[in-house]
Protein backbone atom coordinates (compact mmCIF):
# COMPACT_ATOMS: atom_id res chain seq x y z
CA UNK A 1 0.00 0.00 0.00
CA UNK A 2 0.98 3.69 -0.80
CA UNK A 3 -0.09 6.65 -0.49
CA UNK A 4 -1.88 7.14 -3.79
CA UNK A 5 -2.62 3.55 -3.65
CA UNK A 6 -2.83 -0.13 -3.43
CA UNK A 7 -2.24 -3.75 -5.56
CA UNK A 8 -4.68 -6.60 -4.17
CA UNK A 9 -4.73 -10.08 -4.67
CA UNK A 10 -7.87 -11.88 -4.97
CA UNK A 11 -7.88 -16.09 -4.64
CA UNK A 12 -10.83 -17.71 -5.24
CA UNK A 13 -11.96 -21.41 -4.24
CA UNK A 14 -10.32 -22.81 -6.93
CA UNK A 15 -6.81 -21.41 -6.23
CA UNK A 16 -7.28 -19.16 -8.98
CA UNK A 17 -5.96 -15.53 -8.40
CA UNK A 18 -6.58 -12.29 -10.20
CA UNK A 19 -4.17 -8.90 -9.34
CA UNK A 20 -6.02 -5.56 -9.40
CA UNK A 21 -4.54 -1.87 -8.74
CA UNK A 22 -6.80 0.80 -7.08
CA UNK A 23 -6.27 4.24 -5.98
CA UNK A 24 -6.46 5.24 -2.61
CA UNK A 25 -8.88 7.17 -2.48
CA UNK A 26 -13.30 7.29 -1.68
CA UNK A 27 -14.13 6.05 -4.71
CA UNK A 28 -11.29 3.28 -5.47
CA UNK A 29 -12.17 2.16 -1.96
CA UNK A 30 -15.64 2.01 -2.53
CA UNK A 31 -14.72 0.15 -6.18
CA UNK A 32 -12.53 -2.46 -4.09
CA UNK A 33 -15.40 -2.94 -1.93
CA UNK A 34 -17.73 -3.75 -4.38
CA UNK A 35 -15.76 -6.89 -5.26
CA UNK A 36 -15.82 -7.86 -1.07
CA UNK A 37 -18.35 -10.60 0.22
CA UNK A 38 -18.68 -10.70 3.89
CA UNK A 39 -16.86 -13.80 4.76
CA UNK A 40 -13.70 -12.57 2.95
CA UNK A 41 -10.50 -12.15 5.16
CA UNK A 42 -8.01 -9.17 4.40
CA UNK A 43 -4.34 -8.88 4.58
CA UNK A 44 -2.73 -5.60 4.54
CA UNK A 45 0.61 -4.27 5.66
CA UNK A 46 1.52 -2.49 8.47
CA UNK A 47 2.34 1.49 7.40
CA UNK A 48 1.51 4.58 7.96
CA UNK A 49 -1.46 4.93 6.40
CA UNK A 50 -2.91 1.25 7.53
CA UNK A 51 -5.33 2.25 10.20
CA UNK A 52 -7.36 4.50 7.81
CA UNK A 53 -7.57 1.47 5.34
CA UNK A 54 -8.23 -0.99 8.11
CA UNK A 55 -11.33 1.74 9.17
CA UNK A 56 -12.56 1.54 6.11
CA UNK A 57 -12.97 -2.23 5.29
CA UNK A 58 -13.41 -3.75 8.93
CA UNK A 59 -17.20 -3.68 8.31
CA UNK A 60 -16.98 -5.11 5.01
CA UNK A 61 -15.57 -8.51 5.79
CA UNK A 62 -14.94 -11.11 8.35
CA UNK A 63 -11.34 -10.33 9.03
CA UNK A 64 -8.73 -7.82 8.30
CA UNK A 65 -4.75 -9.02 9.29
CA UNK A 66 -2.45 -6.12 9.85
CA UNK A 67 1.32 -7.87 8.94
CA UNK A 68 4.23 -7.05 10.64
CA UNK A 69 6.27 -7.59 7.90
CA UNK A 70 9.58 -7.08 9.96
CA UNK A 71 8.87 -10.61 11.44
CA UNK A 72 7.23 -11.86 8.18
CA UNK A 73 10.25 -13.02 6.08
CA UNK A 74 8.57 -13.57 2.78
CA UNK A 75 8.25 -9.81 2.45
CA UNK A 76 11.50 -8.58 4.45
CA UNK A 77 14.05 -10.64 2.69
CA UNK A 78 12.32 -10.84 -1.04
CA UNK A 79 14.44 -10.33 -3.48
CA UNK A 80 11.44 -9.25 -5.78
CA UNK A 81 10.07 -5.91 -4.21
CA UNK A 82 7.20 -4.98 -5.88
CA UNK A 83 3.47 -4.57 -4.96
CA UNK A 84 2.30 -7.38 -6.96
CA UNK A 85 4.54 -10.02 -5.33
CA UNK A 86 3.53 -8.44 -1.91
CA UNK A 87 0.10 -8.41 -2.41
CA UNK A 88 0.34 -12.36 -3.46
CA UNK A 89 2.44 -13.64 -0.81
CA UNK A 90 0.34 -11.51 1.65
CA UNK A 91 -2.88 -13.62 -0.08
CA UNK A 92 -1.01 -17.04 -0.32
CA UNK A 93 -0.18 -16.60 3.78
CA UNK A 94 -3.18 -15.26 4.63
CA UNK A 95 -5.03 -18.46 3.15
CA UNK A 96 -2.36 -21.08 5.27
CA UNK A 97 -3.05 -18.95 8.26
CA UNK A 98 0.62 -18.24 8.51
CA UNK A 99 0.75 -14.02 8.71
CA UNK A 100 2.65 -12.72 12.00
CA UNK A 101 -0.24 -9.94 13.01
CA UNK A 102 0.01 -6.69 14.95
CA UNK A 103 -2.94 -5.85 17.15
CA UNK A 104 -4.91 -2.88 15.78
CA UNK A 105 -5.38 -0.04 18.77
CA UNK A 106 -9.06 1.25 19.05
CA UNK A 107 -10.20 4.14 17.94
CA UNK A 108 -9.79 6.16 21.30
CA UNK A 109 -6.09 4.68 21.84
CA UNK A 110 -4.87 6.18 18.40
CA UNK A 111 -6.44 9.46 19.05
CA UNK A 112 -4.33 9.63 22.16
CA UNK A 113 -1.65 8.60 21.29
CA UNK A 114 -1.46 11.72 18.28
CA UNK A 115 -2.06 13.85 20.58
CA UNK A 116 0.87 12.94 22.45
CA UNK A 117 2.85 12.83 19.79
CA UNK A 118 1.77 16.10 18.68
CA UNK A 119 2.13 17.28 22.20
CA UNK A 120 5.69 15.87 22.41
CA UNK A 121 6.57 17.71 18.94
CA UNK A 122 5.14 21.06 20.28
CA UNK A 123 7.47 20.74 23.49
CA UNK A 124 10.88 19.82 21.75
CA UNK A 125 9.79 23.17 18.98
CA UNK A 126 9.52 25.51 21.98
CA UNK A 127 12.54 23.77 23.62
CA UNK A 128 14.43 24.36 20.54
CA UNK A 129 13.12 27.91 19.77
CA UNK A 130 14.54 28.77 23.43
CA UNK A 131 17.58 27.34 23.12
CA UNK A 132 17.80 29.63 20.03
CA UNK A 133 16.67 32.26 21.06
CA UNK A 134 19.51 31.80 23.85
CA UNK A 135 21.79 31.80 21.72
CA UNK A 136 21.43 34.64 19.78
CA UNK A 137 21.25 36.77 22.72
CA UNK A 138 24.63 35.69 23.85
CA UNK A 139 27.72 38.41 22.99
Known sequence: MHKTNFVACFIEADDAQRLETYPLTRDGL??????????????????????????????HVSRVVVVDTYRFGVI???KKKTDKADA?????????????????PSEQVR??????QARET??????????????????
Not at 46 to 58: C, I, S
Not at 88 to 104: C, D, H, I, M, Q
Not at 111 to 116: S, V, Y
Open 88 to 104: TALARFLKLGWLPEVSV
Open 122 to 139: LSLDAHQAQEHGACRLLP
Open 111 to 116: TLRQLL
Open 30 to 59: ARFIAHLDAADELAVEATQNVHYFYDQLKA
Open 76 to 78: AKS
